[in-house]
């Protein structure tokens, strides 16, 4: 596991080299959806940036490694939202041993601030419907197991 998140450090630093150059080399990475750049997001996905794919598939499969049958990547698995966060104390969690996608925000006093962007999930809206019914349903067999209320017809 040491060497798993020592290597995902690497990467992690690897990744963030190659999105400043990406950033100035290719200003057409810029996906224009927001009136201040800081919000901007960035498409590093397109086509002809082989080395920056090479770096996140394999922090894809480390994290997945890393991450496997844990709340994190059942989360994802089951498409519970678009964009997932961790909220931690200052200094906790470091970005490198995210879950894949995810991103970071931590306290400062009342304010969260962003320390890792997460990606987007794109997750159809009928599938986040689903999963909230599932949860909705498993809550109410809870809730009606707690208080004795049971559906057998009685005459």
């Known amino acids: 596991?040491?060497?798993?998140?020592?290597?995902?450090?690497?990467?992690?630093?690897?990744?963030?080299?190659?999105?400043?150059?990406?950033?100035?080399?290719?200003?057409?990475?810029?996906?224009?959806?927001?009136?201040?750049?800081?919000?901007?997001?960035?498409?590093?996905?397109?086509?002809?940036?082989?080395?920056?794919?090479?770096?996140?598939?394999?922090?894809?499969?480390?994290?997945d490694r890393l991450h496997r049958n844990t709340k994190f990547d059942r989360l994802t698995k089951y498409g519970a939202a678009n964009l997932f966060y961790v909220v931690a104390e200052p200094s906790l969690v470091v970005p490198a041993v995210l879950p894949a996608g995810w991103g970071l925000l931590e306290r400062e006093g009342e304010a969260l601030i962003l320390k890792a962007k997460p990606q987007w999930h794109e997750v159809p809206e009928e599938d986040r419907l689903a999963f909230f019914q599932r949860i909705a349903m498993a809550a109410t067999r809870s809730v009606n197991r707690e208080n004795g209320i049971t559906f057998e017809y009685q005459r």
Not at 12 to 17: A, M, V
Not at 41 to 62: A, C, D, H, S
Request: proline share 3%; aromatic share 10%; no cysteine.
């Open 1 to 63: 596991m040491k060497a798993t998140l020592d290597r995902l450090k690497v990467l992690g630093e690897r990744r963030e080299k190659a999105e400043l150059e990406l950033k100035i080399h290719y200003p057409s990475i810029r996906n224009g959806d927001s009136l201040f750049q800081e919000f901007e997001t960035l498409n590093f996905e397109r086509p002809g940036y082989e080395r920056y794919q090479k770096i996140v598939r394999e922090m894809q499969q480390l994290s």
